[in-house]
């Protein structure tokens, strides 16, 4: 059992941060900052996930300088949809606010402030995966590895939601769940839900869910492997417990307000969910995406081809460093910890794990997709695991530290022989790329760090210190691999030169076309699109919007649409909508093959606004006539045009997706917006000249989405706050056999 002094000492460390311990502390974001300006000075550029991210950030903030509001309408997503889905999924608190700063100063250069948004939820990933793993070893030098590995893992330019944004406040999740086990003190518990509802902030809402399952899973497991170091019971809350739920309840208002009618009216058009409700079967459940189990063996041995947000490689010493710590450790939290990041792991691989047929059934869950992609969480899980097979290596006697760096050489090698097994390949030491060092990158490193250790003969510190920085250089190589590909994806050049002299760093204009183009040829901007989507294959809202285009046929992806307007696009080609979401190769899709005959048909050329009658006045004896040159402001949420009805009168027809939202004036009085074409919109106009409005816009929304981002970033800062080290020892200490006992 440990002395009275021994825990006087640790709770004075807690009260007293020494100046190597803040140093530490500052040292995974500065290695996060240094890696972030060569990432940015590079050239490095988003795709994927994080060019949808990129684009709705662009569109934002665009609108905001034009209008002066937050987007409220999408009217290039196949013809016209609710923008909240995309503000809500793409739009985190850093980013709403930078929104308003760079509408404010009409900064131009969205690029760099998207980079500034994303690299402060960098910061609070790393911090909180900082926080925890100290609150695990109770050891500085291991929380700041911990921190270290996650700051050179952070992968947001290829997938910002699978290994950045879904994974951005777990840590904080985790900590306070493993602080309310310690103490009973409630606000640990309002401050876990805080950090779970902030994980859906600028995230996707289905992963709820999942936090919640990880969170009731976490602390079950807590309270049975670890019952003499939890609390007795619960403390008896007091004020500052009532003013943090007053946060919490504030925030998931704005939340539950917002994204209750995100998808108000829409229809689903991703493959696998309910065209109505987007829950998914079961057997869509669980195998959406695919398996892991065919891309384990490439991913854990450090090979990868295309699906980064798969990525699962942990590293040669990371590996060495999980299996030392689950041959000694034996503590609570750490057996709870290895046990989630089991059940994830089964979890991830779908059908085959097993545990999915139950995990389907917990509330809320049928919604959630893409179980394979979990195996980023379970990896930012094993780093922790990791950081206590780090935190054990610093406790031991030099005597020992031998023995323990055998232990950890034998996680590597079984690496390095796993690689030669499955991929059949041999030892690359000299010249090739960095993919082709990794694994074995890792080992050359552990076995330097052990032979400089032993040649200085240095103490157990010095070694894991050594070895912490060992894993992380083994993590940037595989980082830096990845992101050359991502840079040969998208040349830094192109960026700025995409086509048609595009700037795809610069705020892109909203640009209202007279009529929507039947052919590629035809399509304004065509050279662009086309540049656009042979590198970056992602939807339509985010391809069009960034070139400025606006096709006839839906040719990419669609992730929810109108339902009027899917009942058109399915009458004019059947089954050509699904076809387009599943189509992964541009080259066929830049064709639209699938609505060639579509394209031939009068009344969906009509309706759909081809050949420049996007916007026409018809009148009562059958006359059709553009009218766009009379636009005077075109925005998200609003048209204004000015138009000469004539002596009949007549009727102004938007080939723009219906919604009950939508609102009209005339002249300053408002007049109802007709349903017109089966899925688009029309007013009826008087005879003589006039001046008419259409919006989109509810003014509470605007604020709601204002206050999420400042009330965001206020969580944020509590959290951060609240995650440093405690004033105070550890109510409960469980006994225990020694020094190395500590996680317990």
Request: with cysteine; hydrophobic share 50%; proline share 6%.
């Amino acid at each position: 059992m440990p002395s009275h002094s021994a825990s006087e000492a640790l709770a004075g460390r807690a009260l007293r941060p020494s100046l190597s311990g803040a140093a530490l502390t500052a040292l995974p974001l500065l290695c996060l900052t240094a890696l972030s300006a060569i990432f940015y000075a590079k050239g490095i550029f988003v795709r994927g996930d994080a060019f949808q991210a990129y684009s709705m950030f662009n569109y934002a903030l665009g609108n905001m300088q034009t209008a002066g509001e937050f987007p409220q309408w999408l009217p290039f997503a196949a013809y016209g949809s609710p923008a909240e889905a995309y503000d809500m999924t793409f739009l985190g608190p850093f980013h709403i606010l930078l929104v308003l700063a760079g509408g404010a100063l009409k900064l131009a250069d969205a690029w760099s402030l998207f980079v500034l948004a994303t690299f402060l939820e960098s910061a609070v990933f790393v911090l909180g995966a900082q926080f925890f793993a100290r609150e695990l070893t109770d050891d500085d030098l291991a929380a700041a590895g911990a921190g270290c590995w996650v700051a050179v893992s952070v992968y947001w330019n290829t997938q910002i939601f699978w290994s950045h944004r879904v994974l951005m406040l777990v840590p904080f999740m985790l900590l306070f769940a493993l602080r309310l086990h310690r103490t009973g003190d409630l606000r640990n518990l309002v401050r876990a839900a805080l950090a779970a509802l902030l994980g859906l902030v600028g995230g996707i809402a289905y992963v709820g869910p999942l936090y919640a399952l990880c969170g009731v899973v976490f602390l079950g497991l807590l309270r049975l492997f670890d019952r003499q170091g939890g609390c007795r019971g619960i403390a008896r809350p007091g004020l500052p417990v009532v003013l943090e739920l007053g946060l919490l309840l504030a925030l998931g208002g704005l939340y539950v307000a917002l994204m209750a009618t995100a998808f108000d009216g829409a229809s689903f058009a991703a493959p696998g969910r309910d065209p109505v409700t987007g829950a998914a079967s079961l057997e869509a459940f669980l195998t959406y995406g695919g398996s892991a189990v065919g891309k384990l063996p490439e991913f854990a041995l450090g090979h990868w081809f295309w699906h980064y947000e798969y990525l699962f490689y942990l590293g040669a010493g990371g590996l060495g460093l999980v299996v030392m710590s689950l041959r000694r450790e034996r503590g609570g939290p750490f057996l709870a910890l290895c046990c989630l990041t089991l059940l994830l792991f089964l979890l991830a691989l779908g059908p085959h794990g097993l545990v999915g047929y139950a995990a389907y059934w917990f509330p809320g869950m049928d919604r959630f997709r893409h179980l394979s992609f979990l195996l980023p969480m379970v990896r930012l899980l094993l780093f922790f695991v990791a950081a206590a097979g780090l935190a054990r290596l610093l406790a031991l006697p030099r005597e020992e530290q031998g023995r323990a760096m055998a232990w950890v050489t034998y996680g590597a090698l079984a690496l390095v022989v796993g690689k030669l097994l499955v991929n059949d390949v041999r030892f690359h030491y000299v010249a090739p790329g960095l993919a082709d060092l990794v694994p074995e990158l890792g080992l050359v490193l552990l076995l330097a760090a052990r032979f400089c250790c032993w040649l200085l003969r240095s103490r157990p510190r010095a070694l894991g210190a050594a070895v912490a920085l060992a894993v992380a250089c083994e993590l940037w190589a595989a980082n830096y691999a990845m992101l050359s590909g991502t840079r040969a994806f998208l040349k830094p050049a192109e960026i700025h030169a995409v086509g048609n002299g595009i700037d795809l760093a610069r705020v892109q204009p909203q640009r209202f076309l007279a009529g929507r183009a039947a052919e590629l040829d035809d399509t304004p901007r065509a050279q662009a699109l086309v540049n656009l989507t042979l590198r970056q294959p992602v939807n339509n809202f985010t391809l069009l919007q960034m070139v400025g285009a606006d096709t006839c046929a839906p040719m990419f992806r669609i992730d929810y649409l109108m339902p009027e307007v899917r009942g058109v696009l399915e009458r004019a080609a059947p089954g050509a909508l699904g076809k387009s979401n599943l189509q992964y190769d541009p080259g066929r899709i830049l064709r639209a093959a699938l609505w060639r005959d579509a394209l031939a048909e009068p009344w969906f050329r009509e309706a759909c606004g081809c050949d420049g009658n996007k916007l026409a006045l018809e009148t009562p004896d059958g006359g059709r006539r553009d009218v766009s040159a009379g636009l005077r402001h075109f925005s998200a949420n609003i048209l204004d045009l000015r138009l000469d009805a004539g002596p009949q009168g007549g009727t102004l027809y938007y080939a723009d997706a219906y919604h009950p939202r939508w609102r009209a004036t005339v002249d300053g009085a408002p007049v109802p917006v007709e349903r017109a074409r089966e899925a688009f919109k029309s007013v009826a106009l008087p005879p003589g000249e006039h001046e008419v409005r259409f919006t989109f816009f509810t003014p509470w929304r605007e604020w709601a989405r204002r206050g999420l981002g400042a009330l965001g970033v206020a969580a944020l800062a509590l959290l951060l706050a609240a995650a440093g080290p405690r004033p105070s020892p550890r109510p409960n200490p469980r006994p225990n056999g020694g020094e190395g006992e500590r996680l317990a």
